[in-house]
């Protein structure tokens, strides 16, 4: 497979090498963040999305605010900017996750007078790796809940452009397709930012897996024509009871997929279990601009002023989900997450 | 109310005055059609749109063709229009049924001697008028429906602009308002045409009514919100068990609406019922052009060459359906749309 890289360093070492996801799929365009704004601005404004990769990318980036002059109060900088990146999605916990690993590893080297910079880099290289890892262990399970010849859904992006991986729902895929299995995927688009048509098709159809697009109001239509096995989404947290946090439009597939008797999978990394949040309705979620429903990529699309309801997520129940895929094994409720691979 | 009318006879009478929808809710313009292959481009094109609206523009169309010269033939002319004009959306019954209705009254005038072009512009006329009558009592007996401060879902647009009179589902909203009730509308925006944001949200600003968009994906959202009392939606045929043909996303929204225990209605005219159709599976559903949802208006959202799935409508099963609203009574299963209300 062609891999993707959505973040790396620069070749100076001096920033981040991005992939501006929102230019897809017309145009892979990379460019350069060079300063902790520049991190911040490429989360907020979905350059950089998907959970794990959000993780990575707040990771390294927070390296560069303790190269950034003046270093008179190194650690103040990176406390600082660790809030400022934390602040620009928090609904995704491995943001907050990865963000709270760098600043024990920052205390730490400026206790022990190791160099901080030095230190932060090699922390956030092993976020990454370790992504990586728990990607290619995700797919190889998630692989297990895919018969040769499925017909699968998705929601929105959960491939190599949405982490450090091979992704998280879509790692199940390609590791069922990498085992000679056929797959057949349908994503639909994920309205209001099209991350299903734009970004899990390209990298789908770069990877030479045969993929059809479909609004999501068509869902339903879809499942009544006999044409889907079964779903497997991301999530972005994941509450002790097993509601999953994930992309506004996750809990239509799910209830519809309920209703129609269809297998509802999630596929996630540990570190979006969130312990200490009991349940869905105990999860914040972010309600984004009204300009991404009513002024759709430039063009208006509803009445100027019209009220707008655009939650960026939503919470489905644990009920409605047939079993939970981390790099620990594949879950099934009652849940507990803290357990190896039953 | 501020009446609109999308659809009415040219100053000259030689032809028709429609409000091109494609171009709301930025723009309020009017075109005139002045040929029979001009009131085709406008229906396949969904300048004109909504069924009852379908059948009055197709009717009032077709007197074009018996005032086009060559006139030696005028009643084969007319015989060929109606032929051209029901090809440009099969699934719509209303076009069908005001066409034979026209047919009907062409052959009956050039039988009996009368003038071909008179007959014809009083039947659609006379078409019209129904259809004014019709919204106006489905609008009576669904107001009955909704009680004072709902929350109301509605799926697509069931309005003025999809009618002669004021709409369908749309109707009971109006005439509920008109009495006094307090009535919020939640409108999914419908991809991929967004007739929901782009129409509906603009006509029922234009009438005063509070009205929230939203993406289709996030109507499950606002139900575990518990942000909706009940769903109206409009319909394009209904099978003689009760099943629903309607745009596409309209079995999503009910397969939700069935999910978190709200009602969900459906408003149309008796001339949407289809005896000769026993069940929802022998509904023809029409797939539409890919760049629909590839190329949303103008802006690349899909790789090139991607695989497409874009049926212009879905199917509810009865079991799904609440009640029907029509002109002939508030029918609930198991369903005799013969008779007149219970």
Not at 64 to 86: C, G, K, S, Y
Not at 241 to 247: E, I, L, M, Q, S
């Amino acid at each position: 497979m062609d891999v993707i890289e959505p973040v790396a360093w620069t070749d100076d070492g001096g920033g981040l090498r991005i992939l501006d996801q929102r230019l897809l799929p017309l145009h892979e365009t990379y460019r350069e963040l060079r300063t902790v704004g520049d991190v911040c601005d490429a989360i907020s404004t979905l350059a950089i999305r998907g959970a794990p990769l959000i993780g990575i990318t707040g990771a390294m980036g927070l390296t560069l605010a303790a190269r950034t002059p003046p270093a008179q109060h190194p650690l103040e900088n990176v406390v600082d900017a660790a809030e400022r990146i934390r602040a620009t999605r928090p609904t995704a916990v491995n943001l907050g996750w990865a963000l709270g690993r760098m600043l024990g590893v920052a205390h730490a080297a400026v206790a022990s007078g190791h160099d901080l910079h030095a230190c932060l880099i090699r922390e956030a290289d092993e976020i990454r790796a370790e992504d990586v890892a728990m990607c290619r262990r995700i797919g190889e399970l998630g692989a297990e809940l895919i018969a040769d010849g499925a017909r699968v859904l998705t929601h929105c992006n959960t491939g190599a452009l949405a982490t450090g991986g091979i992704g998280t729902a879509l790692a199940a895929i390609y590791v069922a397709t990498e085992q000679g299995k056929r797959v057949e995927v349908f994503a639909d688009e994920t309205r209001p930012l099209l991350q299903g048509s734009r970004l899990t098709a390209w990298e789908l159809r770069r990877a030479g897996i045969p993929v059809t697009v479909l609004v999501d109001g068509a869902v339903a239509s879809l499942f009544r024509a006999d044409k889907i096995d079964l779903c497997i989404v991301g999530a972005d947290r994941i509450a002790a009871n097993g509601d999953v946090a994930n992309k506004i439009g996750t809990l239509s597939v799910a209830t519809i997929a309920g209703y129609f008797g269809r297998p509802f999978y999630v596929a996630a990394p540990s570190s979006t279990f969130d312990s200490s949040t009991a349940c869905g309705e105990r999860i914040h979620i972010e309600q984004r601009s009204a300009e991404e429903v009513t002024n759709a990529f430039g063009v208006v699309t509803a009445p100027a002023g019209v009220a707008v309801y655009n939650p960026a997520f939503d919470v489905t129940p644990a009920a409605l989900v047939s079993a939970i895929v981390s790099d620990r094994g594949i879950h099934r409720a009652p849940y507990d997450f803290s357990q190896q691979r039953q």
